[in-house]
């Protein structure tokens, strides 16, 4: 092993056992959603009083994440990287045809029935 390498494994800081804790984003949630009949992600918006504001659709993650911060949607880091990381599962689901439940893992072998 390279001796650069070693000593960045050495110092790598271990996040395994870092406490998760939603926090909610005073701007709102999101919820994610695969439409097989329209072969898009559908991400929607709520406001903090529940009520729809925006629906955002496409197939391609960086492109919707982008479009809502656009539009300041989103004021927390965390939430951030949770609308990426969940709509990213639901476009392999879309691609895939598999279930997809927000929050949940993304099962390989539950594919949709057409």
């Known amino acids: ?17 870092t406490e998760l804790k939603w926090v909610p ?3 709102g949630y999101f919820t994610i959603k695969p439409i097989f009949s329209q072969k898009k ?10 009520v729809l504001e925006q629906t955002f659709a496409g197939t391609i993650t960086p492109e919707i994440v982008q479009a809502i911060i656009q ?15 969940e709509t990213e599962k ?3 689901a879309l691609k895939n045809k ?4 927000q929050g949940n893992k993304l099962h390989l072998e539950s594919k949709i029935r057409d």
């Open 1 to 17: 092993m390279k001796k650069g390498l070693k000593k960045e494994l050495d110092n790598a800081i271990d996040t395994s056992g």
């Open 25 to 27: 984003d005073p701007k």
């Open 41 to 50: 992600v559908f991400v929607r918006h709520y406001n903090s009083k529940d």
């Open 71 to 85: 539009r300041k949607l989103i004021s927390r880091l965390d939430h951030a990287a949770y609308l990426g990381k």
């Open 90 to 92: 639901a476009i392999i």
């Open 98 to 101: 598999l279930e997809y439940v």
